[in-house]
């Protein structure tokens, strides 16, 4: 069985605020994460080899050491483009949207979250900031050192690159129905719902449910319902639940199903998932 330092992990700090992520991959072929979307603003710093990022309609090709910018509700994936040679790392940080909306709001007195036009940042200073953060919010350091560490980074990401969102596209006409079964998904993933249940909630056929969900939130209803039972598993696992309780407490039919969709998702089993405690006493 190969050890921690020969396969893929990733370790976490949680904070109340954000998750920080640091993934480790052994070398091999890069692999490619299937289309997902999150609740919180992703940011990706530290990759050392090229890669790209389907996002919003579009491909797009990350250098090394570029900052990348995922919003919530954007549905995306990601793959690298050249096999590792050696083991690589990078960092991944998932912001509670709210945090942002409120520095954004107190930065330019704006109600709102904050729009980043480009998903691909090359900014040298930006990504001086984020390293650091990143750096800090992994050490044993006091917390009021990370929260003002925090706030000043995202304030100048803010001020930097925070644009004006665009105009909205016409309303789709079954927005409001996906909208409502996107709710309820959220807030009941560990239901076995059935089709004809959030059918009836949308009230839309089953088939005209399926593709307008697609359409509007670029994933199918059960691969969101998945993708909700799997963040809640992340973080039931940082808390120091087994994996089989995890697996019970969010849906799953057992461990085996929980550990073969996790590393499908996350690109690690569970057993390869280490939370750290972020909290510090000063």
Request: hydrophobic share 35%.
């Amino acid at each position: 069985m190969p050890t921690r330092s020969e396969r893929d992990t990733i370790t976490a700090w949680h904070l109340p605020e954000l998750v920080l992520e640091l993934h480790k991959s052994a070398s091999g072929r890069p692999k490619r994460s299937p289309p997902h979307v999150h609740d919180e603003y992703q940011f990706i710093l530290g990759h050392r080899g090229p890669g790209q990022y389907d996002y919003r309609g579009a491909r797009h090709v990350t250098p090394p050491g570029s900052l990348v910018v995922i919003h919530p509700g954007e549905t995306h994936s990601a793959c690298g483009l050249t096999e590792r040679t050696c083991p690589s790392t990078y960092q991944s940080m998932y912001v509670r949207p709210e945090y942002l909306q409120a520095l954004a709001s107190e930065a330019g007195g704006k109600s709102g979250m904050p729009f980043f036009g480009e998903p691909i940042i090359l900014d040298d200073r930006l990504i001086l900031s984020f390293a650091d953060l990143c750096g800090t919010l992994s050490q044993p350091v006091p917390c009021l050192e990370k929260t003002s560490l925090m706030r000043e980074t995202f304030l100048r990401l803010i001020s930097r690159r925070a644009e004006r969102r665009p105009p909205e596209q016409k309303a789709y006409r079954a927005r409001a129905s996906v909208e409502r079964v996107r709710e309820y998904l959220t807030e009941n993933f560990v239901e076995a719902v059935t089709l004809a249940e959030l059918a009836k909630i949308a009230d839309l056929t089953p088939n005209h449910l399926c593709s307008a969900f697609r359409k509007e939130i670029g994933v199918p209803p059960h691969a969101y319902q998945t993708q909700m039972r799997l963040t809640k598993a992340k973080s039931l696992l940082a808390a120091g639940m087994s994996i089989g309780e995890a697996a019970a407490e969010t849906g799953f039919v057992d461990q085996s199903h929980l550990t073969h969709q996790f590393q499908r998702f996350f690109g690690v089993t569970p057993g390869s998932y280490f939370p750290h405690d972020a909290r510090t006493k000063s």
